[in-house]
T-cell receptor, first 112, second 117 residues
């Protein structure tokens, strides 16, 4: 079974701090997505990374795909309370009928 | 923007009842998915469909069935609800093959919080 691991599981920080969360696997993925889920809502797609070593920026969020396409990181600069939520990574493989594998998520709380 | 809607945000049912959860997407996506999400267990795939009238079992199909009679609509059926099916149910859709890297991008509905008593 292919697994995606995420760390840390929980993170509580003060507004203005920087943070990095990680998504790791022993499997190679053709692409990897990051989602954010607010309490009581469905996940919302943030970004897709495809190429090994790729870096994408979305305002204060920086996403990186590992060179071997087995891992990814999400870095948030100057976190704000609006960043609070569950961050999920999801990996996809070409042969998987377009299914993706979701990690367990990192629950982020940004305290004002 | 893609919109995925689910028939109810909150639902309370009794043990043994037959429960229907409806999901509709408006972006002509090929693929549709049903997940349940429980604390500590993450998102678990129940069923998915890659075409009308086609369905595939996910990781936890027991106690559930699905129906996809039209491309835009994917229904999840709990044949006889049990208390261990109390959960958050999430529907998602994705474009499907031929869309390059977008093929795997999933768009979720707001979820249905189901309580079985």
């Amino acid at each position: 079974t292919q697994l995606l691991e995420q760390s840390p599981q929980f993170l509580s920080i003060q507004e203005g701090e920087n943070l990095t969360v990680y998504c790791n696997s022993s499997s190679v993925f053709s692409s990897l997505q990051w989602y954010r889920q607010e309490p009581g809502e469905g996940p919302v797609l943030l970004v897709t990374v495809v190429t090994g070593g790729e870096v994408k920026k979305l305002k204060r969020l920086t996403f990186q795909f590992g060179d071997a396409r087995k891992d990814s990181s999400l870095h948030i600069t100057a976190a704000q309370p609006g960043d609070t939520g569950l961050y999920l990574c999801a990996g996809s493989r070409i042969t998987s009928y377009d299914k993706v594998i979701f990690g367990p998520g990192t629950s982020l709380s940004v305290i004002p | 923007d893609v919109k995925v809607t689910q028939s109810s945000r909150y639902l309370v049912k009794r043990t043994g009842e037959k429960v229907f959860l409806e999901c509709v997407q408006d972006m002509d996506h090929e693929n549709m998915f049903w997940y349940r999400q429980d604390p500590g267990l993450g998102l678990r795939l129940i069923y998915f469909s890659y075409d009308v009238k086609m369905k595939e079992k996910g990781d936890i199909p027991e106690g559930y069935s699905v129906s996809r009679e039209k491309k835009e609509r994917f229904s999840l059926i709990l044949e006889s609800a049990s208390t261990n099916q109390t959960s958050m149910y999430l529907c998602a859709s994705s474009p499907g093959r031929g869309e390059g890297t977008r093929s795997y991008e999933q768009y979720f509905g707001p979820g249905t919080r189901l309580t079985v008593t």
